[in-house]
């Protein structure tokens, strides 16, 4: 059973800064599918950047991208999420998703994934 954990959530006023890591109970570095999703309260969850590990392309939601940056250090089984200029409408639940499964650079259902963390509570304020 694949355990995952998230941290690095927070409350952060409009344009600040926020470092998510989610920590993986298995290695990361040997055909993985890996990724952060967000919900918001009466919204779908949303898939905003994944990375099929090793070597593969990262995507990002358009809503995202260039201010959120996605890594993943396999010495440490950890997935980072690095998210800049945030805005109040990334206020979320941010979840980590994993399947091993190759994945391409395109947006993923929730139902791709078979393993999840509980989730990271980010918030924005304006």
């Known amino acids: 059973q694949v355990q995952l954990v998230e941290s690095g959530g927070g409350s952060v006023q409009a344009g600040g800064s926020l470092r998510l890591s989610c920590a993986a109970s298995?290695?990361?570095?040997?055909?993985?599918?890996m990724g952060w999703f967000r919900q918001a309260p009466g919204k779908e969850r949303e898939d905003i950047a994944h990375?099929?590990?090793?070597?593969?392309?990262?995507y990002y939601a358009d809503s995202v991208k260039g201010r959120f940056t996605l890594s993943l250090n396999n010495a440490k089984n950890t997935l980072y999420l690095q998210l800049n200029s945030l805005k109040p409408e990334d206020t979320a639940m941010y979840y980590c998703?994993?399947?091993?499964?190759?994945?391409?650079?395109?947006?993923?259902?929730?139902?791709?994934?078979?393993?999840w963390g509980r989730g990271t509570q980010v918030t924005v304020s304006s």
């Open positions: 298995v290695s990361t570095d040997s055909g993985y599918c």
């Open positions: 998703a994993q399947r091993r499964a190759v994945c391409s650079a395109s947006r993923l259902s929730p139902a791709f994934f078979r393993y």
């Open positions: 990375v099929s590990s090793p070597g593969g392309e990262i």
